[in-house]
């Protein structure tokens, strides 16, 4: 059974960083593409970052530059690395495959407020 779980959210300045991380479980993991997510208060779960099993990645235009996302095979983990946060990074944020099982675990929220 596919479990995720994400860590690593809080409320943070403008201009601040954090690192979240994602644990999952399940034989799929080393072999699968993974992503982080997000979805802001009445906005559409949109994707911020992916990263292949061989460690190539893809990120939205709007994180680009600030944001970094890379996985740790043995240990089943996948991070995001946040930095120069803006009030628009708010949401919550989730990982999953890429693309997406038709499930989601809670999500962390991300809050960036002065």
């Known amino acids: 059974q596919v479990q995720l779980v994400e860590s690593g959210g809080g409320l943070v300045q403008p201009g601040g960083s954090l690192t979240l991380s994602c644990a999952a479980s399940g034989s799929f993991f080393s072999s699968t593409s993974m992503g982080w997510y997000r979805q802001a208060p009445r906005n559409q779960r949109e994707l911020v970052a992916a990263?292949?099993?061989?460690?190539?990645?893809v990120s939205a235009d709007s994180v680009k530059g600030r944001f970094t996302i890379s996985r740790d095979n043995a240990n089943n983990a996948v991070y995001l690395q946040m930095s120069s946060l803006k009030p628009e990074d708010t949401a919550v944020y989730y990982c999953?495959?890429?693309?997406?099982?038709?499930?989601w675990g809670q999500g962390t929220q991300v809050t960036v407020s002065s």
């Open positions: 999953n495959a890429y693309p997406p099982y038709n499930f």
């Open positions: 990263i292949s099993s061989g460690g190539n990645t």
